[in-house]
Structure formats: C-alpha cells, structure tokens
C-alpha cells in the first residue's frame, strides 16, 4: 500500500477481496495510519467519491480526484462502513478506533472469547457485523476462519468437525445450514452467533436439531458495532453497553449509552456522543431482556410535504397473509413533478381484493399507494430489506 501512494489520513476502500484479504488489508491500512473501508463495490459508484481502491486482483489503485484527502475530522477514525440503504440511501459510518477497541473487548467477555478459540465467520466481511465479529476475534488473539459461504455443505461439515468454538451467521445463512440433510452435534461449539437479522422460534429450533447447539441472537448497527448478545430477543447488552430508555418493563426507542463516542457521517461533521438512539422499538423485561419490536420508519416526503407512514405501514400489514410492507417514495413515469407513494407488500397468500378493501377504508388524510405486490421482499446479504432492489422492482411494475 505504501509503494502506491497510501499516506496517513487517507481512505482505502476494499472491495475485490474476500473473506481473510479484508482483514489483511485493513491490518496493512492501519500500519499506514489509513482508514480502511470494507465495502461491496467501490465508493464511487455507492455513494458517489473516490478513495484508495483495493480491488479483485489485490493492487491498490489511487483516486482519481482528491475527495479522499487527508482530514482532521477523521483523526480518530479507523473504519468506515457503508450502512445497508434499507431505510435511504446507503452512508459511511464513521467507526473510531476507539469503538472498535470497546467492540471488541465487548463481544470477547460477552462472548467469552480467548485467544484459544477459533472463530468462523462465513458471513460477508463488506458488512459491518461480520466485519465486526471477525475483527474483534482477531483483535482477542482468536484464530479466524473468514472464508465465504458460497455452498452450504462445507459450512456445515466444519460445524460438525468441530474446527470452531464460534460461529457468526445471519439468519437466512443459519437457514440454509439447517436444511443441510444430516444430524451431528459438536460439543466444542459454544456460541453460534446470528446477527443483523431476528430469529424465529421455529429457525432456532431446525438449527439446533440439525447441529445440536442452539442459537445465541446479536444485535447492533452499522454506527456502533455489536452491542448485544443473548439466549432471548436480542439478547442483553454487552460490557461496557447501558441501556438508557426504555426502563425495565417497559417498551419504547431504545436508547444507549456506550463506552466508546459514535463519530455520525464521512463528510456530516458532528460532535461525537457516546449516546446513541437506536431507531428501534423495544420491550425491555424486568430481567434485563430486550425484544425487538419494530423498525421506526423516517417521515416520508410525499408531494414537498412529509407524512407519516407508520398508519398506512400498520394497516397493510393487517392484510390477512401479508408478511412485510416496504414503503417508499418514487418520482411519477407520467408527472414530471411529483411524486408517487409506493407499497410493496410481501405475501404468497396476499389476496388482491383484501389490499383494496384495506385501501379504501383509509382516512381520507392518508395517501392511498401505488401497491405492488410479491412472494418475498428483496433481501440483502444479511437479510435486511434490500432497497435498491425493491425500487427497482417497483419501477418496473409502474411503468409495466
């Protein structure tokens, strides 16, 4: 990387290698007091800038414009992580290696991680929580095994072989291990740990007939790292995590309070806060349990006027066999100047005519969407709705 031209300050995006070479490369941007940025393409065409590139064939190309200069405002950051898009579009979180420090301590003593174990993580690194958990297993001395799932039975023979104590999945991965035909239980497996997506009763339960070890739920962001672990909800959070609000027995945002400053946006200076507000409704149980509840949706802007969405959310997901709504804005194929609200409602047994029963009972103050239907909702690669996906869908739909 020096031989290229990386200097301290800079950003270094990692797109082309996989598994083991992302973490190799971010180790070698850190000799050079670089950022590094794990990403699935490179920035420019994510999120519109330039950086040091590390592509496919491992060579490292410099920017083509000088967006990436050295900055003061990222003297404290060691990583940026694109979010996922699923609620707008995608931004670099800025990770400060401070955070990554208390991330890792985290999940070691949550985890009960030491240098002795060996940690698989068969989940995309260009992610944060798959990032996340591999780094922190690195930075614990662990041995990592970061090699990509491309097919499911070698994943599943390492699970039975006992070559890990620890595993990071996301839930459709877990999935499709569960359904590989067999039956072996590994007694050396002490966590599989399955983030960045919920877990079901009913993919616990195939997961731990299959394998013979249940499944441990983690639960963080993109800005913050993990910050729970556990056997129930999303678990309880980690050392060095408090929870704000809400209180014990009660439901609402969750809020944290954290070891380490969340440092915001790449290129959206803010003052760091070690306070973050998730976005997440909760039930948090007397025991200290937290549940997740339901994603708050940003204000919609609909028409040069911001609306709230979560009525409309609510009503289409009482549409008997809907399993998921995805609201969001589009520009209109026939009016230039305006905008169409958009529903796509996910649903094998979704009846046409219960959708337009649902529509018109609608108050007259709420806007009736354009809604598209489908079996599934578009997904990423950690089960998160995929938005750029469904726009897609939903403009072919449109204009269909």
Known sequence: ???????????????????????????????????VMPCHRSPDSEIGWTAFHVGSDRTVQPPRS?????????????ALHLTSGSTGAPRAA????????????????????????????????????????????LLTGCAVDAEPLVRPTPVARKLAAGVATVVALTAPLALVLAEVPGKSANPALRHVLVGASPVSDDLDEAFS?????????G?????????????????RPVPGVEVVSPRPGESGELRLLLPAPVEG??????????????GDLVRHDHDGV??????????????????????????????????AVYLLTLPSPTAPDSDTLCAMVAGAAVARADIETCLAGLPADVPVPHVVRCDDLPRDTVGKPDRARITTLVQERMTA
Not at 222 to 232: L, P, Q
């Open 1 to 35: 990387m020096s031989s290229a031209g990386v200097y301290p300050g800079c950003v270094v995006a990692v797109s082309g290698p996989q598994g083991a070479d992302i973490l190799a490369a971010a180790l070698a941007a850190w000799r050079l007091d670089a950022i």
């Open 66 to 78: 000088p967006s990436c200069a050295a900055s003061t405002s990222l003297a404290t950051t060691a």
């Open 94 to 137: 800025r990770r400060g290696v401070a955070s990554i420090l208390a991330e890792a301590e985290g999940y070691a003593k949550a985890l009960s991680l030491t240098p002795v174990d060996s940690v698989l993580v068969p989940v995309p690194l260009a992610h944060s929580f798959g990032w996340g958990v591999a780094m922190s297993a």
């Open 209 to 217: 007939r299959r394998f013979g070890t249940t499944l441990t739920r």
């Open 219 to 235: 639960y963080g962001s993109t800005e913050t790292g993990g910050t729970f672990v556990g056997e129930r909800g999303i678990g």
């Open 265 to 278: 946006y790449f290129g959206a200076p803010e003052p760091p806060s070690r306070q973050w507000s998730t």
């Open 290 to 323: 937290v549940h997740f509840a339901d994603r708050i949706r940003p204000a919609l802007r609909h028409n040069g006027r911001f609306i709230d969405a979560r009525y409309l959310e609510h009503a289409l997901r009482g549409v008997p066999g809907v399993d």
